[in-house]
């Protein structure tokens, strides 16, 4: 007997020629009868994000125990405590605004007016809701926050990947941001595992269209870092892509909701200080002094003038060369117009600062950058590179943390 056309099996669409996409493996779900069978309850659902997000979370731990390995070590030879280290430069600052911004602004310049003003204040609350809900003091409230922003921060970007590469892929981008040589600071007291985790998941909800969710982690990045403001560029462009392919105009929810958590931070600046622009009083007197834009001449200046004796001079103007072979190599990858906008943001205002440039840490923060390259790079370039990275990570936490002098500011 012929089977009935209308109950002939579907045929597997066929790739476009040319195009060998791997195939994805097919979620696992228990079988389910009846109704719940179109919607999973929400332990399947649960378990369908947890299994795969261990990949991510381990290679989170390993970089972060390789990390401590060092700091160890370290400690050993210079006598000084493993907390110390791992709670020096900004992490005292994140963790003095986690006890309470101060309400007035310091006179002077340099070092007299630098103050807790000069940090967003995101992470300050998570410590400070950390050490509420556990009761443990406040350091350790932020290395326990900032170890759980690592994880976040890899698996936000591991599932962001996923939208469009197969899970090695995913390893390979994930493991090239979390062993980049800045990532040490993840394990310290610093922003960048949940400026990189709202980050990771603005981008996520844009590419699924939820433009609402996408803006509000878009303000959680905001409200996170200075650069994480510039969550509202991709934004921008997501919802003129979709307006103009789609006609979709809801899409304007993601810019409009993505300024609100800086716009929040200055409103509070503004009632408990005096002023709204508190934050970048503080910065420009404490930190940003200095002619705009002098960041990268100056440290080609000084290496010419002086040579490689400075080890600040030399591992920004290393960077600065790196970061421009990264990124035109991430524009061969075809990143597209979202992410690589917010790459482009993020090295313009690193390139207009008068004193950062385009750091180990600036290269971090664009981490599609990293992420994208990792993920699409040729297998037999990956190990070599991660390899290179990882040494690079463990080489400038020792001049951060070692004996140098001057030592490396991250």
Known sequence: MHRPAGLMPPSEPESPPGL??????????????G??????????????????????????????????????????????????????????????AAKGYPHY????????????????????????????ILTIDYTRSGLLATFATSITAAIAVWWL???TEDAEAADRGTALVLFSPASFVLSMIYGEGLLITTCALAFLALKRRRWALAGLFAALAGATDPLGVLMIVPCAVAAWT?????????????????PLGVLAFFAYLWVEVGTPLAWIITQRRGWQGGVPAASIPGVFSWLFLHGFNNINGTVKASSAIVVLLLFFLFIRVRPGAVMTSFVLAILAV???????????????????????????????WFGPAVAVSAILMAV???VTWGPASPPFTP
């Open 161 to 163: 990947l996923r939208e």
């Open 35 to 96: 109704a719940s069978k179109a919607h999973p309850s929400l332990r399947d659902r649960v378990a369908l994000v947890a299994k795969p997000s261990l990949r991510p979370a381990g290679i989170a731990v390993a970089s972060r125990i390789g990390v401590l390995l060092v700091a160890g070590a370290l400690s050993m030879v210079t006598k000084q405590s493993l907390g110390n280290e791992i709670t020096s430069w900004d992490s005292q600052w994140y963790l003095a």
């Open 350 to 380: 690193g390139a207009a600062s008068p004193v950062i440039g385009w750091t180990p840490r600036v290269a971090l923060r664009a981490f599609p950058l990293l992420a994208l390259l990792g993920a699409r790079m040729p297998r037999r």
């Open 20 to 33: 060998d996409l791997p195939a994805r493996p097919e979620p696992r779900v228990a079988p389910v009868t």
């Open 105 to 132: 602004l310091l006179p002077g310049h340099g070092n007299a007016a630098q103050s807790a003003l000069g940090f967003f204040p995101a992470l300050p609350l998570l410590i400070r809701f950390t050490h509420f």
């Open 396 to 398: 400038l936490a020792i």
């Open 242 to 258: 979709a307006i103009r392919d789609h006609r979709d105009r809801t899409s304007w929810a993601a810019v409009a909701l993505a």
